[in-house]
C-alpha cells in the first residue's frame, strides 16, 4: 500500500509528543519516564501490537502527569495539560486506525481505506478540538464562577469541578439534546 | 452499544477526581473534564438503530474447480444519511484463500453512494464452501459507540474436483452394448469404418452404392461400415483412510479423486455410459448413463469432501454384483496400499468384467508432500507395492501413475496394451 504508509508519521507523532513530555517535565527527577512510555508506543505501532501501543501511551501520559502534579495553577499549565491529554488521545487513536488498516489492506492501492483514512483524520481532528474547548470551558468557568461562598482551600477546588461539569452538562443538553426535539 | 474506550473514559475520569482530592492536586482533578468532554462529543456520532444500505453479491457463474480463481463483487449502496464508519466483513469458509484484494474493509459511506468491494479467491481444496454471511459494524469517528448487523446473504459454491484433459488415450472396453458409440463392435452396423461389400438390396441409399466395385462386378454393389457401438465403465474410487497418505490439499483421495474425474469426462465424451461407486466417508454410488446430466451427477459426487472412510473395495465388489450389469469395464482407482485388492480384481475378472487399476503412487505423493527420501521404508513400501502390482497383472492392466505426470502419460500402458490385444 503506497500512499497508506503512514506508519512513520504516526510514530513521528508518539515521539513528538513523548518528547515534549519528557522535556516539559525535565529536570524532575525521572523525567525521562515519559520519552520511555514513547518508545514503547513505537515499537508496537511498528510491530502491529495494540498491546504495546495502549500500554506504551498511557504509561506516557500517567508519568507525566504524576511528575506534574504540583504545577502552578496558571493559564499556560492549564494549557498544557489539557493539551497533553487530548494529544496522547489522538496519537494513540491514529496509531490503532493505522494498525487496524495495515491488517485489512493487501494491495498496492486501496482507495477505500485511504478515502476511510482521510475522512476520519478529518472527523478527530474536529471532535478533538470540540472536546479540547469544551474542557477548557469548563475549567475556566470552574475557576472564575467564585459565588462569593467561603471555602476552605480543601473543598473549593472539588466544588469547581463539580460546577464546571454541571456547567458542561447543560451545554451539552441545550446544544445537542433540545435540538433533536425541536424536529 | 457503548464501547470499552467509552468506560474506559468514564473510569479514567472517576479515577483523577479521587486521585485529585487525595492529593489534592488541581492537575489531577482538572484531567476529569477531557475524557467527559469526550464522551459528550462523542454522542454526536452515535449510530442509528438501523442502517439503510442495499448490499448484494455477484459471482462468477459456471463451474468453480480445484485451483481455480474468482472475483467476488460485493455492491454497498448507501440509502439513507452519511455513515461516518462503516466495517465490513465478508465472511469466507476456510476452504478458501484471498489472493487478491480484501474481505474486510472499513469505509466513510455518503447518503446515495455506491461502493464496490472486490476481491479474489482461489479454492485448493474441493468441496462445498459457503461465502457470506456479511457483517457490518457502523461506529463513531471516535469508536466509543457503535452497531452491528449481520446481514444473511449467503452464497454457497461448490468446488468441483480439477479434471486433466485426456485426448490420446482412448479407454475401450472390450464389451460393447447395442447403443451407439465409438468403439468399432466387429460386426455390420451404422458406423463410418468400411467393413464388407454385398449386392444392392432396394431401399439401399445411392450415395452407399461402391461404383468402382459395382463396374468391376457388373451389378449394383453396396458398402457396408462397421458398427460403432458403446460400452459401460464403472469407476470405483478407494479413498479407504488407512490408505489415504499426503497432506490435506495433496493426498492420495484427493489425486484419486481427480483421476476419476479426468477420466468419467473422457469416457463419456467417447459416448459411453459410466457408472461411479466411492468408497469414502459413505458408500457412493451412480448407475450407469450417457451425457452431461451423467457428468454433472459424478462430479457432484466426486466433490463431496472425503477424508477417507472405512470401506473397503470388496463393498465395491458387491455393489458391482448386485446393481450393476454385467460385462462392464471396471476402473478401480487405488494407491494399492492393502492386498486385498488383488483377491477383488480376481473375483471381478471371474465375473466377466474387464478390469483396469489406476494407481497413484503413494510413495511419490509422500515424497512430494513431505520433502524427504528416506531410502528403506520407500523401498519396501515400493516393493511391497510392486508386488501387489504384478500380481494384479495377471487380471488386469494396472496404470502405475506417478502424480506428479499428468495422467495421460501414465495412461499411454493402456494404449499399448490395446494394441497388443488388437482392439
Known amino acids: 500500500m503506497k500512499s497508506l504508509e503512514k506508519i512513520p508519521v504516526s510514530t513521528v507523532m508518539v515521539g513528538i509528543v513523548a518528547l515534549f513530555a519528557a522535556v516539559f517535565t525535565y529536570p524532575m527527577s525521572a523525567w525521562y519516564l515519559p520519552a520511555l512510555g514513547g518508545l514503547v508506543a513505537i515499537i508496537g505501532v511498528f510491530t502491529g501490537r495494540r498491546s504495546l501501543n495502549n500500554v506504551g501511551m498511557l504509561f506516557t501520559g500517567l508519568t507525566f502527569y504524576v511528575l506534574n502534579r504540583t504545577l502552578p495553577f496558571n493559564d499556560i499549565n492549564i494549557l498544557v495539560v489539557l493539551g497533553m491529554f487530548f494529544a496522547l488521545y489522538s496519537v494513540w487513536h491514529t496509531g490503532n486506525r493505522e494498525m487496524l488498516l495495515d491488517e485489512m489492506n493487501s494491495d498496492e492501492d486501496n482507495e477505500i481505506l485511504e478515502r476511510y483514512w482521510n475522512s476520519s483524520n478529518r472527523y478527530l481532528v474536529g471532535y478533538m478540538t470540540m472536546a479540547f474547548f469544551l474542557s477548557f470551558m469548563g475549567v475556566y468557568v470552574a475557576r472564575y464562577s467564585y459565588l462569593g461562598i467561603e471555602l476552605d482551600p480543601i473543598s473549593a477546588i472539588p466544588v469547581a469541578v463539580i460546577f464546571g461539569l454541571l456547567v458542561l452538562f447543560t451545554v451539552y443538553i441545550v446544544s445537542e439534546v433540545l435540538p433533536r426535539y425541536a424536529e | 452499544m457503548k464501547t470499552l474506550s467509552n468506560f474506559y473514559l468514564a473510569g479514567f475520569s472517576l479515577v483523577t477526581v479521587i486521585m485529585g482530592l487525595l492529593t489534592r492536586s488541581w492537575v489531577l482533578l482538572v484531567l476529569a473534564l477531557p475524557p467527559l468532554s469526550l464522551l459528550v462529543v462523542g454522542l454526536n456520532g452515535v449510530p442509528k438503530g438501523t442502517l439503510d444500505i442495499e448490499i448484494s453479491r455477484n459471482l462468477k457463474e459456471g463451474d468453480i474447480h480445484e485451483g481455480d480463481n474468482f472475483k467476488i463483487k460485493t455492491t454497498v449502496k448507501n440509502t439513507g444519511e452519511t455513515i461516518r464508519y462503516l466495517e465490513i466483513l465478508d465472511e469466507v469458509s476456510p476452504r478458501m484463500n484471498i489472493i487478491k484484494g480484501t474481505n474486510h474493509i472499513v469505509t466513510e459511506l ?81 458406423g463410418t469404418e468400411f467393413f464388407a461389400l454385398r449386392e444392392y438390396l432396394p431401399g439401399d441409399t445411392m450415395k452407399r452404392i461402391n461404383w468402382k466395385a459395382t463396374a468391376r462386378h457388373m451389378y449394383p454393389v453396396t458398402n457396408e461400415f462397421e458398427g460403432e457401438n458403446s460400452g459401460d465403465v464403472i469407476i470405483v474410487v478407494d479413498a479407504e483412510r488407512d490408505s489415504n497418505l499426503g497432506t490435506v490439499e495433496l493426498n492420495t483421495n484427493n489425486v484419486s479423486v481427480r483421476a476419476a474425474a479426468s477420466l468419467a469426462s473422457s469416457i463419456l465424451a467417447d459416448r459411453n455410459r459410466v457408472g461411479l461407486v466411492v468408497l469414502g466417508d459413505y458408500l457412493d454410488w451412480l448407475y450407469p448413463a450417457f451425457g452431461r446430466e451423467q457428468f454433472h451427477r459424478v462430479m457432484d459426487v466426486l466433490a463431496r469432501p472425503t477424508e477417507g472412510g472405512v470401506w473397503h473395495i470388496e463393498e465395491a465388489k458387491w455393489v458391482i454384483n448386485r446393481f450393476f450389469p454385467r460385462k462392464t ?13 488383488v483377491e477383488t480384481v480376481m473375483d471381478l475378472w471371474r465375473g466377466n468384467h474387464e478390469v483396469m487399476v489406476v494407481s497413484p503412487s503413494p510413495v511419490e505423493l509422500e515424497k512430494m508432500a513431505e520433502g524427504i527420501e528416506d531410502g528403506i521404508s520407500e523401498s519396501i513400501l515400493n516393493l511391497e507395492r510392486q508386488n501387489i502390482i504384478d ?32 482392439t
Not at chain 2, 141 to 161: G, H, N, Q
Request: a positive charge.
Open chain 2, 110 to 190: 455518503k447518503a446515495g453512494e455506491e461502493m464496490v468491494i472486490e476481491y479474489i479467491l482461489s479454492c485448493p481444496v474441493r468441496g462445498d464452501a459457503e461465502i457470506g454471511p456479511i457483517h457490518l459494524r457502523y461506529k463513531d469517528p471516535l469508536a466509543l459507540y457503535f452497531t452491528e448487523w449481520i446481514e444473511d446473504k449467503r452464497a454457497k459454491v461448490t468446488i468441483l474436483p480439477r479434471i486433466e484433459e485426456i485426448s490420446k488415450v482412448y479407454i475401450r472396453p472390450k464389451y460393447t452394448r447395442n447403443w451407439l458409440g465409438n468403439i468399432q463392435s466387429g460386426s455390420m452396423g451404422s
Open chain 2, 329 to 341: 469395464m471396471v476402473i478401480i482407482i487405488s494407491p494399492l496400499i492393502d492386498s486385498r485388492i
Open chain 2, 391 to 422: 500380481r494384479i497383472w495377471h487380471y488386469a492392466v494396472v496404470v502405475d501413475w506417478d502424480p506428479r505426470e499428468p495422467l495421460e502419460v501414465a495412461l499411454e500402458v493402456v494404449r499399448r496394451y490395446q494394441m497388443r490385444r488388437g
